[in-house]
């Protein structure tokens, strides 16, 4: 039962989601196997960022009343860059990641396979306390929040991306730095304002990430126009 209950509140949640953003690529939909093989990339990034933070808490954290910002930017900082990681590794280094809109599919994918297995994780030493009505709850405060935040923080590095999949590599991998640096402020600055909700805002921050996410939908629709219209100019060049 513990088991079931932290499985379902934490990863069914994301696939739902999935689901959603899989929807906005539904006219070039990338391979399943490609989109299982990023998820599945996600979810064991999870271990590794645990181990980077627990070292981190194990070095900056020691008797200590209250965790500092600059152990909250370690700690965001080290989540961004291992998630970025595995997603280079797992899917965007592949020819699968031909189209400006694939770099953001896969990191949305990635952070979604991060957040199903941090929220399982999360969920199941809740649900092993007996604690149903508290297993719910923070389920569902855990869908809107950190899986949201990770999919805004992640979706910013592959934004940076498809806006420079048609330009020289150093623009990349500057925009790639920049893009890294995004993520991290926000990841940073959400943590801040969670563990320092003193008066109460929790769920003007959740709104803060909404609209992130409504934003970077409209640059999901800039980007499939730059894609059409560079494949119209391919056409032409062809004719």
Known sequence: MQTLLAFSLGILPTIIWLGFWLGEDKKNPEPKRFIFLAFWAGMVSVL?????????????????????????????????????????FS????????????????????????????????LWDIAGSDQLYKTIVVGNMRFIGATVLHTASSSIIGIMLALTFY???IIKFIASIFGLILAITLHTSFNFLIINDIEGNIFKVFMFIWIVILVLLLFF????????????SNNKKKK
């Open 48 to 88: 590794v960022a645990q181990l980077a933070g627990d070292k981190i808490m194990e070095l900056f954290f020691q008797e200590k009343e209250a965790i500092t910002l600059f152990v909250l930017l370690l700690l965001a900082g080290s989540e961004e860059i291992i998630k970025y990681l595995f997603a280079g």
């Open 91 to 122: 899917v965007l280094r592949k020819s699968v990641n031909d189209e400006p809109i694939d770099a953001v599919i896969y990191m949305i994918t990635v952070a979604l396979g991060f957040s199903a297995m941090e929220n399982t994780l999360y």
């Open 167 to 169: 330009k020289p590599k």
């Open 221 to 232: 629709e800039k980007i499939k126009q730059i894609q059409a219209k560079q494949k119209l």
